[in-house]
């Protein structure tokens, strides 16, 4: 199969959309604690409105396996998953911090790390593959997790769901996201977003979970 190209991103394999995982009775239950963390909010603050994040801002992630490239010295070209601790391990300089950073921006890294023992300093960082969990709960059709093997959007994610039911407010979609140590929530008008009003698209990450509230009549 052709690797599909997502600007300097190269994802192998099939896209997963559409997909999606039921984990029984622990994920009915995660659904009802992650009801209570949106509606129980700190006293006072209300949640954060949706900020856009390109899919050129994809970051890196445990698990992401991804090939580093040489053109001046192929014979060091490699490819690696980044580990748990977020690292990856180059012959020269031993491990490397990969997890948080762009892919423009490990390039960068390893040629500063790596250039004193390199002729040519040109290095070429791609990622082979990438998938990472995403919760959905509330009022979608199959409430659980989705594997994401693209940068994917709240609304993309609601789809991959089975997409919403008739009770479902869409005005006020949450998006609950562990940030610095801490529990952030940020309000995603997706019903602006299908009918036009908005341009605007919200990129998931890794581990964040997604809440489709119900109207309340």
Not at 52 to 66: A, K, M, N, S, Y
Not at 118 to 143: C, D, E, M, N
Not at 199 to 212: G, H, Q, R
């Amino acid at each position: 199969m052709m690797p599909k190209r997502f600007g300097k991103i190269i994802f192998r394999g099939p896209v997963l959309a559409g997909s999606w995982r039921l984990c029984g009775a622990s994920l009915v239950a995660a659904g009802a604690v992650l009801a209570a963390v949106v509606g129980c909010g700190t006293p006072g603050s209300p949640p954060l409105q949706a900020s856009t994040e390109h899919p050129e801002e994809f970051r890196l992630h445990e698990g992401d396996e991804v090939r580093i490239s040489f053109p001046g010295a192929p014979s060091l070209d490699t490819t690696q998953h980044i580990r748990a601790d977020g690292k990856i391990t180059l012959a020269l300089i031993g491990d490397v911090q990969a997890a948080g950073l762009r892919p423009a921006e490990l390039e960068k890294k390893v040629a500063e790390l790596c250039g004193p023992q390199l002729v040519s300093k040109q290095v070429s960082v791609s990622v082979i593959s990438s998938a990472f969990p995403i919760y959905v709960s509330g009022a979608v059709l199959h409430p659980g997790k989705v594997m994401a093997d693209r940068p994917i959007t709240v609304l993309q994610a609601i789809m991959d769901a089975g997409g919403f039911n008739d009770s479902a407010n869409l005005k006020a979609v949450v998006v609950v996201r562990q940030e610095g140590g801490k529990t952030r929530n940020y309000t995603v008008n997706v019903q602006a977003i299908l009918t036009g009003k908005s341009n605007a698209s919200f990129y998931l990450k890794p581990s964040d979970s997604v809440y489709v509230p119900e109207h309340w009549y």
